[in-house]
């Protein structure tokens, strides 16, 4: 049997009326903020990603599902959302059309992890980009939509974390910092670590290796060596979340994976969601546009996990599950009538009502079965005595009450 591939989920019907609901609080809270959605395509030319993102993150280095396509050209299926929509807004000069975009996705993404809980080589993604404002309010807008969303699916269990990376020229200082710091101490570090002295260096903040976490506690840390413009906008989003009382802890060991982020970096973590908690992710890239060959346009970003955040609700119980229901099932009692019945479904159909029958001839005790699994709010008993006189018995199946009614009135009374 041909199984679907490691890392991979389907959605099933029991499960997509959760998501149906998901995607309404995340569209429903878009709304109110402004923002319209952006689709592009599942692949794109490897060099996107390979420019956009940096050629020495844990993505592109080891995580890109990346192929050869028919004409020898290297194409990948996107990784992240945040370098695609640049390249959208480049190509399609958005920033000419208006000064000022803000743009919102749900898209499935792909990353060639090692699968556990909460980490799939098939995941799907929310999040927005808002292109042409370097205003601190905006990040904190970022912020806020996220916690929004988190909250509006009923979860209570979130930590807010906030750093800023500063400039790149403040981000360069530090390295060497850094850099003389880990001088005397990279035999206590992890290989992988050692490994990001040279590449990557401010991501040996991320590593879980216990050494690795014993040598960098005592690390110099980057909100120390702030530019004067970044340590002002780092304050201001401060003072702003603490006056909307949203509740937040600064983490100055937060570097996120990727290369494009400049001063503002956040993640909104879950208490129950096991060893991968981070639900969202997000921060400012105000060079990004540039490096990929557009005018100067600062942006700023977040992008969450829909199936970690699932994950979350469920430990959480933070929603009820959603349930299915149809307006009415026909329970048919003569087999002799099943292309009536059928009839008289299409006729609620075309007038917009939900309403199902039985394709199984099951006998009238499985149909009454069915019905109540579809959650029916009515049955109607279609058949016997009463469809002579073009009447039928119809049960409201919340009170039980059962009446006589025309077929001709049923539109009207269950509408
Ligand atoms: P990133 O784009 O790496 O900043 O990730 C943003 C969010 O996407 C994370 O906080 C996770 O919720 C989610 N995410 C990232 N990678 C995966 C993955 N492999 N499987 C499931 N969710 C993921």
Same mark, same amino acid.
Request: charged share 30%.
């Given at each position: ?11 099933l ?9 998901f ?12 923002y319209?959605?952006i689709?592009?395509?599942i692949?794109e ?21 990346t ?21 959208a807004?480049i ?7 208006q ?9 499935p ?22 292109? $042409?404002? /370097?205003s601190?309010? =905006?990040? @904190? &807008? ?9 909250? +509006?699916?009923?979860l ?26 880990l001088k ?14 040279k ?17 960098m ?47 503002l970096?956040f ?9 991968q908690?981070?639900?969202? $992710?997000? /921060?400012?890239?105000? =060079?990004? @546009? &540039? ?9 700023? +970003? ?26 009415l ?19 609620l ?16 005790k499985?149909?009454m ?18 469809y002579?006189a073009?009447?039928?018995?119809l ?18 009374k269950?509408?």
């Open positions: 049997m041909i199984k679907a591939i490691k890392g991979t989920k389907d959605i019907p029991d499960s997509i009326r959760n998501w149906k609901y995607e309404d609080v995340i569209t429903s809270v878009f709304k109110i903020y402004n319209e959605e689709r592009t395509p692949f030319e490897t060099s996107l990603f390979a420019r956009g993102i940096g050629e020495a993150t844990d993505i592109v280095g080891k995580e890109m599902y192929f050869e396509d028919r004409s020898k050209t290297s194409v990948t299926l996107k990784p992240e959302m945040t370098a695609s929509v640049v390249r807004f190509e399609h000069y958005l920033g000419k059309r000064p000022f975009n803000k743009l919102y996705y749900i898209s993404m792909f990353r060639q992890e090692r699968p556990q809980a909460g980490r799939l080589r098939e995941f799907h993604q929310f999040g927005a980009e808002a292109l $042409g404002s /370097g601190p309010l =905006l990040d @904190v &807008e970022m912020i806020n939509i996220a916690y929004d969303i988190l909250k +509006g699916m009923g209570k269990d979130l930590t807010i974390k906030i750093n800023s990376l500063g400039t790149p020229d403040s981000r360069k200082n530090y390295t060497k910092v850094l850099k003389d710091f005397d101490k990279e035999n206590l570090l992890s290989t992988e670590s050692k490994d990001r002295i590449k990557n260096i401010l991501r040996i903040f991320d590593s879980k290796h216990k050494n690795d976490i014993k040598v506690k005592n690390a110099p840390k980057l909100l120390d060596y702030l530019d004067s413009e970044s340590l002002e906008d780092f304050e201001q989003v401060k003072s702003i979340l603490k006056s909307l009382k949203i509740p937040f802890e600064v983490d100055a060991s937060l570097v996120r994976g990727l290369d494009y982020y400049t001063k970096t993640e909104i973590i879950s208490g129950k969601v096991g060893s908690s981070a639900l969202c $992710g997000g /921060g400012r890239y105000d =060079l990004l @546009v &540039e490096q990929l060959g557009g005018e100067p346009t600062p942006g700023t +970003g977040f992008a969450a996990g829909m199936e970690r955040i699932l994950m979350a609700c469920e430990n959480e119980k933070s929603f009820e599950i959603q349930q299915s229901s149809i307006k099932y026909i329970v048919c009692l003569d087999k002799n009538l099943n292309a009536n019945a059928f009839s008289f479904a299409q006729t159909r075309s007038n917009n009502i939900s309403a199902e029958i039985d394709y199984l001839n099951r006998s009238v499985a149909q079965r069915d019905a109540n699994k579809l959650n029916a709010e009515y049955v109607l008993f279609f058949g016997g005595e009463e002579k073009n009447n039928a018995q049960k409201n199946m919340a009170s039980g009450e059962q009446e006589i009614i025309s077929l001709d009135n049923v539109l009207n269950i509408k």
